[in-house]
């Protein structure tokens, strides 16, 4: 099809002319503010209050689901394990477990916090490293009329909150009221138990010993291994997580759950301890609670070169493909669920009831075509988004190439900010996945099972102030061989 | 059967323990006299009242068992408490707890058999029934535990399909299809074939014609000939000679369930024979809770004596001390592997959530059977009832700790996770015991629970003959 010419341009007016040039420029000449000069008023300085108010503080924040409540009737965001807590389908009023210790309260109990004449009665959730003596509420819950999913569930600050000081309030009253209420969490331990699961060491360490991660762990023996070596000649994928950039932020969770048809199950589902995320990031405290370290680490299925899980589906469901993945079959999968318990990183999620909606016309529409939506009885998890691997695919065989490196992005590295998932191709040794690797910080996690995942962490390298922090030894368990 | 036993010369000591051990039967007993006893139980038309309650209360607990599978079915089985990290629960343990009391049954009828221990006479046949229908309950376990039990009934199962796929053999589960299977068919054609000369005994005894027709056809023709009994005796011989590594090998196959996976808890070397001891042990309580009320409420006491009693506790005694011993090599692994995650699973077993129920299970399986070392405590029944349920209650607890504790705290903290059982977890376990119960019931109502034939070549008349022919 012919292209119709531009018409002539006409003769631009002056203002166009200059318009164009501001344009071009960036910028409009002789429009800058004049230089101010500035000098520290020290007396401003002691005008400050010297001590912090006595008594309790609560602070208003947004919520870091659904922020200041126009997400609260996302279903998605309501079951996304908050940033630290990993609550969900609630809040509550957080405050650091030494404050808690004080009022005498354990998570879950119902307290009624009193500013002036007004109460708001809320349920406590002990967040370790919280500012002591001060409660954090977040906005957005509570809500009467906020739809099918939203209505009617947490606590709204509202009714405790004044136009004078919106963000906090001062001086508040805690009594604590003897009742209980459920909040549910998907992480009930927050201690590492001493485990080398988290692997961190200070700069200083790393360049004593840049081998310190997988010195850590006992490396089973390569090879040590019933059944016979797979080859893998063409492509081989693999992921690398760098715990360094991980913010925990949860994109990569929702990001997950949107490109796999990953269902919501509700509060008393998560409550059980049946929540389908393919991908969950585990929260770790280390040291005192009061001012721990805290540590994300993204978990989503380790795709292990001898997978656990393979060896004991009795039907075959779950089995090794020629490029490393582990398959899941959803309809050749009868639910026995030995998998999931024979998998040591309980990556796993069953559908213990019918989860997808299958009957309501819209929803079918909102779910992504490339993916089985999985029912009643069947196992599933992280597939390292097969449905995008095999899209490339297509697509470098019809350009009668291999594909690319970074062709491939998974819906969690996609969805990152901070670059901390990388994907690709392992028997590529040029490819960015492989030059992660082949760091000295990588290591897989739980490593000694010879379970050869494939997925693999980056040690945390940390930089401390080591007048503000002293160093803490390396590592728990004696160094490995 | 044993009929060299009269012509066995014995010394002195054997006689004089002889004397201090109760009788397999106690004296005056014929040849009719023991058929009218336990035919009478059979082919009386009058039933008790005490039948009726017991079937009664049974039958309410079958109807639970139907509720709770028609629930199941329709909605999956997140009606359950099990969840992820706890896959397996209520499901796997009621499972193992009723595939390991059969094996009394089967070591009674099989081993004891070929051992010609006479006194597993008058016990094999209700023990035989009582494997049958725990296996019967298991088995509905898993099956019914999968997400897709009406494709789980049959894609287990190597057959030829136009999918190309077969089961996958390295799963311990196929293991268990096939060694369950193997136990249900070996033990069901066993207790059948010991049935079949008691049946002739039914039919001819029988007066309504339609009791006739029906024990005569289970009869399969038994004339009581003398080919007729030598082909008997051979072909239970060979039953007796396939079951008996059964008894060994089913649990053994089930404990590979476990110890095949990775879990500290379930990895472990010393699960076969300390399941096979556990359910041996098990099983025994389970036949003392049966026989204890059979002998009792059926005046059998003549037929299951003292002497049984007191021979199955013993039994229990020395089992019982395997699964202890097992206990405290489990401890012992643990510690010495100096694996952190091993010594954990030992650390939350003994002082975690659920330590009440192993201290339990400590307390019983170890602590309690000691007592059965004291022959004042072999003689009391009722308190030996009371202590074979407990050991019931014990082994159970035994594999909720196994399943629950090692699955709800893994290799990751960020997993940990409690297990709580719904009513739809002890529907189903009471289920099946009405199940159990039920099938039992109107086994003893319908067929004889003592073999009468057996019993018959024990009595002093059937010494007597065979000294004659000696």
Known sequence: ?481 | MDKSHASVAMSAETKALLSRTPAVIEPGHTFESVTESIGHVVLSKRTPIGWFLGFFIAFILLMILNLTIGNLLMKGIGIWGNNVPVGWAFDIINFVWWIGIGHAGTLISAILLLFRQQWRTSINRFAEAMTLFAVACAAMFPLLHTGRPWLAIYWLFPYPNTMGIWPQFRSPLIWDVFAVSTYGTVSALFWFTGLVPDMATLRDRAKSPFARKIYGMLSLGWRGSAKHWQRYETAYLLLAGISTPLVLSVHSVVSFDFAVSVLPGWHATIFPPYFVAGAIYSGFAMVMTLAIPLRKFYHLEDFITMRHIHNMTKVMLVTGMIVAYGYSQEAFFAWYSSNPYEQYMMYNRMTGPYAVFYWSLIAINAVMIQLFWFRSVRDNIPFLFILSLLVNVGMWLERFIIIVTSLHRDFLPSSWDMYAPTRWDFGMFAGTIGLFLALFFLFIRFLPAIAIFEMRTIVPEAKLKAEHHG
């Open chain 1, 1 to 481: 099809m012919a292209i119709a010419p531009l018409p002539t341009a006409a003769p631009l007016s002056p203002f166009d002319q200059e318009w164009r040039r501001w344009l071009h420029d960036g910028l409009i000449p002789n429009t800058a503010f004049a230089a101010k000069t500035v000098a520290l008023q020290g007396a401003a300085i002691g005008a400050a209050p010297s001590a912090v108010p006595a008594g309790l503080e609560v602070v208003v924040r947004p919520d870091p689901s659904v922020y200041d409540g126009r997400f609260v009737n996302n279903g998605w965001l309501q079951e996304l394990p908050k940033w630290l807590t990993k609550l969900t389908w609630d809040n509550a009023a957080l405050m650091s477990p030494g404050t808690a210790d004080k009022l005498n309260l354990i998570s879950g109990d119902v307290v009624d916090i009193k500013h002036g004449s007004n109460t708001l009665r809320i349920p406590v959730w002990l967040a370790p490293g919280h500012a002591a003596d001060v409660i954090t509420i977040h906005l957005g819950y509570g809500r009467e009329r906020a739809g099918r999913i939203g209505s009617g569930i947490g606590f709204g600050i509202n009714s405790l909150r004044t136009t004078a000081t919106p963000d906090f309030l001062s001086g508040v009253e805690v009594t604590k009221t003897g009742e209980s209420y459920e909040l549910v969490s998907t992480q009930d331990h927050w201690s590492l138990e001493g485990r080398n699961l988290v692997r961190v060491a200070t700069t200083e360490q790393f360049q004593q010993d840049p081998n310190f991660a997988a010195k850590q762990e006992h490396q089973p023996l390569v090879g040590l291994t019933m059944f016979e070596e797979r080859k893998y000649e063409g492509y081989a994928w693999g992921m690398a997580i760098d715990q360094n950039v991980c913010t925990g932020c949860n994109s990569c969770v929702v990001a997950c759950q949107a490109e796999n048809n990953v269902p919501v199950v509700g509060k008393a589902q998560v409550a059980n301890g049946r929540e389908m995320h393919w991908l969950r990031i585990d929260r770790y405290y280390s040291g005192d609670l009061e001012n721990p370290d805290t540590y994300h680490q993204p978990m989503p299925c380790q795709q292990c070169e001898s997978a656990p899980c393979e060896v004991v589906c009795p039907v075959a469901a779950t089995t090794h493909s020629d490029e490393g993945l582990n398959d899941m079959v959803y309809n050749r999968c009868v639910g026995t669920r030995y998998c999931s318990n024979n998998c040591p990183y309980k990556v796993r999620r069953f559908n213990f009831l019918l989860y997808s909606d299958w009957d309501t016309a819209s929803f079918k529409l909102a779910r992504n075509p490339d993916v089985t939506v999985r029912s009643r009885g069947v196992m599933e998890k992280c597939t390292y988004c097969v449905q995008r691997i095999n899209l490339a695919r297509v697509t470098s065989k019809l350009e009668d190439r291999q594909i690319r490196d970074g062709e491939v992005l998974t819906a969690c590295q996609s969805a990152c900010p901070t670059e901390a998932i990388v994907f690709g191709n392992i028997n590529d040794p040029q490819s960015a996945v492989s030059k992660v690797k082949a760091s000295t910080l990588n290591y897989p996690l739980l490593g000694e099972l010879n379970t050869r995942p494939r997925t693999t962490y980056v040690a945390i390298v940390r930089n401390p102030n080591t007048e503000l922090e002293p160093t803490r030894p390396l590592g728990t368990e004696e160094e490995g061989h």
